[in-house]
């Protein structure tokens, strides 16, 4: 499995699990999956490596493919779930629900709506890092 994006590779090795977050649900990938490509909204990503260690990730959105022998995760943004500040993910909720409430154009309600997907999804992959951190 590898897991890139533009600014960095993030996770190269071999691994037992993928489960991601995509625009048609959520996805579990193992040994013998059918090939696929599909397309990640903003949204978790574990990858379980052959030791059995988890990985947690935050993407921002991308392409997954999953071939015979690989799975590639090409993400415009990635992050790891310890980089992630849920102060900040909590504040750009608040934001977004603030700009949703007043709805002033299309734009802007397509833009906050976005934003609040991603500030629920960074929440959400936190909440999943302290619970395996515990």
Known sequence: CDLVSVE????????????VTATEGELGIASGHSPLLTSLPPGQLKIIDKHDKEHLFFVEGGYLEV??????IL????????????????????????????????????????????????????????????
């Open 8 to 19: 960095r590779s993030f996770f190269s090795g071999l691994v037992k699990f993928v489960s």
């Open 67 to 72: 071939q015979p022998s690989s799975v590639t």
């Open 75 to 134: 993400s415009d943004t990635a992050l790891r779930a310890s980089e992630l500040d849920m102060k900040k993910a909590l504040a750009a909720k608040a934001h977004a629900e603030k700009v949703l409430a007043k709805s002033p154009s299309a734009v802007n309600y397509a833009k906050a709506s976005y934003e609040l997907l991603e500030a629920v999804a960074k929440i959400h992959v936190i909440e999943a890092y302290k619970r395996y951190n515990s």
